[in-house]
């Protein structure tokens, strides 16, 4: 798998944005860079502090700043309505917002530890997942970096797990069958589509398949 490749579709999925924004669950979690989080803004992981933020102006971040930018977050409203930018520049009487940022090799870094450990999961679920053709690996990759893996409490966005006739189908290389089961609720209908395509891709060029 093209791993750069796999990073510059995700990041067109998702974004990524330079500064810490809390995202739309109810949770409201410190996120940064693509879809990075960083817990909720009352017990950040201790990660965020090791984080290497610079400000705008002046240079390298200190602890102190970083956790200024936490109680700024923690005191922000969130939900559905909140995008990543309000919490850049929110409103005067509601709050200030967050002043650092984090260069973009440290949130590639993230992005490309993040892939890894989806990645590892899915070697877990499927043991022969690395003879899987390249666009069938890359949609499981954007399908459990999007969802996650455990089943929802909300049936209307179940993690990957809470796709029984998709995993099946995979488990058994029915790549077209895949490409039939695998659009999900919440995302573009280009991402959609796109994954879509990529199972049919791999229908064609898996030559173990059947015919």
């Known amino acids: 798998m093209n791993f750069d490749a796999v990073m510059a579709i995700v990041t067109g999925f998702e974004g990524d944005t330079e500064f810490m924004y809390r995202d739309t669950s109810d949770a409201g979690l410190i996120t940064i860079g693509v879809g990075h989080q ?109 969802l996650g893996f455990e089943r929802a409490k909300h049936p209307k966005h179940p993690g990957l797990w809470g796709y029984p006739i998709l995993l099946r189908a995979v488990r058994e290389r029915r790549w077209t069958d895949a490409a039939a089961q695998c659009h999900r609720r919440g995302p573009s209908e280009g991402r959609n589509h796109w994954t879509e395509l990529q199972f049919k891709e791999a229908a064609r060029v898996d030559r173990s398949v059947i015919r």
């Open 38 to 146: 960083l817990g909720p803004p009352s017990a950040p992981l201790p990660e965020i502090f090791q984080l290497k933020f610079v400000h705008d102006t002046h240079g390298a971040a200190t602890r102190q700043d970083v956790q200024a930018d936490i109680d700024a977050l923690a005191k922000l409203p969130h939900g559905a309505h909140y995008r990543a930018h309000y919490y850049k520049n929110p409103p005067t009487i509601v709050g200030s917002g967050v002043k650092l940022t984090l260069p973009t090799a440290e949130r590639r870094h993230l992005l490309r530890q993040d892939l890894k450990y989806f990645v590892d999961r899915l070697r877990m679920e499927f043991y022969r997942f690395d003879s899987f053709p390249e666009p069938a690996q890359e949609a499981l990759l954007d399908m459990a970096f999007n």
